[in-house]
């Protein structure tokens, strides 16, 4: 039964505030200033938001924004004029031109030349535009929903230490109660009312509670450096919590949430998918101006730095220029039939993600409601537990009961803790997992 709890405790313990939280902050303020390292405190609402303007993975949404309002640009700005500069320099090495009998020598040369174009029509500028500025949505909602995972893991994160926290105020008070226990019967040892093995199994169970405490503070450490993670501050950051576990995890918040409506079209997922389809829409649209006439227009302006001694060329010459497709074996008709082919398939992508998500919600409401009532059965196994426990405690002192019933009291009792801190996590984590799939965080 032991080996059992303890592998109970270390799966379930993960979070909450109490007795470790308000110890740490009196450490804290007995330490010297020069000694003080850097000291935050936060609800859960600004934790979130303090991870949301310094977490790293959204820098990097926010930074592939930027880099999709700049491609925007850049298609925008290859229909604009466009202008460039050449200069050259020839030199025949002494060559001569022979013309009607006379020999000419061929002066070097050296020309400035600057050139501006301007295109006129291009069917696939004005779909590279709308594809680009698609592309700057589908990166922005993108970053809406790192936000909202960043948003989840801070919750969890800091949910997960108030969880652990509340757990080791449980097994410290089971600690207290059993090393009293234990003395107690130590005493009785001494003076022949109790034998040495009911004083060792006392004991025993004593060592077990604190093995179980210091698995749960090394849960500790680990869910504050999670925290810290998510957050994006220095790991030698001290993190002290505003919030108590009761009040972010109660039946009336988790009825709020099973009362919410969920509307698929609102999910990120679903609105990344719409962009895909309309990309792959605007791909047909390419395919299909690709058939069309490129126009433009073009001027040069020559300044001649050094002339030939025959300089028959102009100093400034306009013109149009047109391509027009005429034959491609099909290719082109092969082209859009395949983009059309990919606009069903993303349709049908998007279909079927709103039917896993409606599924997924049916089934995270069902989550959640078995997980409220298996906490509300675990409080009162846990109420049950200790009452019993404190009444074969009291037969024991009084000679009633023996060593052997009080350990299994005690044994049921840490059970029944373990039992309880797990049912907190799976409210935790069904109503997490809810309200991220609302978009409630």
């Excluded at 979130?48 to 790293?56: F, G, Y």
């Excluded at 504050?224 to 993190?239: P, S």
């Excluded at 919600?361 to 109420?383: C, D, G, I, P, V």
Aim: hydrophobic share 40%.
């Amino acid at each position: 039964m032991k080996i059992r709890f303890k592998q109970i405790v270390f799966c379930t313990v993960t979070a909450g505030m109490g007795f470790a939280a308000y110890a740490q902050e009196q450490q804290i303020a007995q330490t010297p200033p020069q000694q003080q390292a850097t000291v935050l405190q936060f609800t859960l609402k600004e934790a979130q938001e303090h991870a949301l303007l310094h977490n790293k993975n959204i820098r990097n949404a926010g930074l592939a924004v930027s880099e999709a309002q700049k491609k925007v640009w850049e298609s925008i700005s290859t229909g604009l004029p466009q202008a460039d500069a050449t200069l050259d320099y020839q030199n025949m090495m002494g060559f001569k031109m022979s013309l009607f009998g006379q020999s000419i020598p061929l002066e070097p040369t050296s020309t400035l030349q600057v050139r501006v174009t301007q295109l006129l029509f291009n069917g696939s500028y004005w779909i590279g535009i709308k594809m680009a500025k698609i592309g700057e949505k589908i990166s922005e909602t993108m970053q809406l929903q790192s936000e909202l995972d960043v948003k989840q893991q801070t919750r969890s994160a800091y949910l997960s230490i108030l969880v652990a926290l509340e757990n080791k105020t449980i097994l410290e008070k089971s600690l207290a109660d059993i090393e009293t226990l234990a003395k107690s019967t130590s005493d009785m040892v001494k003076i022949g009312v109790a034998e040495q093995t009911d004083a060792d199994q006392l004991v025993v169970q004593v060592a077990s509670v604190m093995n179980n405490i210091k698995m749960v503070e090394r849960a500790v450490e680990l869910a504050y450096n999670l925290l810290r993670f998510h957050l994006g501050v220095d790991i030698n950051t001290t993190i002290v919590l505003k919030e108590k576990l009761d009040d972010l995890i109660n039946e009336n918040s988790a009825q709020d949430i099973l009362g919410t409506t969920f509307d698929p079209e609102n999910n990120y997922n679903i609105q990344l998918l719409d962009g895909q389809t309309e990309l792959a829409r605007k791909q047909v649209q390419l395919e299909q101006v690709a058939t069309l006439p490129t126009v433009g227009m073009f001027y040069n302006y020559t300044y001649k730095l050094k002339a030939s001694t025959f300089d028959m060329s102009p100093n400034n010459v306009i013109g149009l220029q047109a391509s027009i497709p005429i034959f491609a074996s099909g290719r082109r008709h092969s082209k859009i039939q395949q983009a059309k082919i990919k606009v069903e398939t993303a349709q049908n992508n998007k279909e079927l993600a709103t039917e896993q998500l409606l599924l997924q919600e049916k089934q995270l409401r069902f989550n959640l409601n078995n997980a409220l009532e298996t906490l509300h059965l675990q409080k009162e196994t846990l109420a049950v537990s200790q009452r019993v426990l404190e009444s074969i405690t009291r037969k024991y002192r009084q000679g009633i009961s023996s060593s052997f019933d009080v350990t299994t009291a005690n044994t049921s009792l840490l059970q029944a803790q373990g039992n309880y801190i797990s049912a907190v996590n799976s409210v935790i984590t069904a109503q997490t997992e809810l309200e991220k799939l609302l978009n409630t965080l």
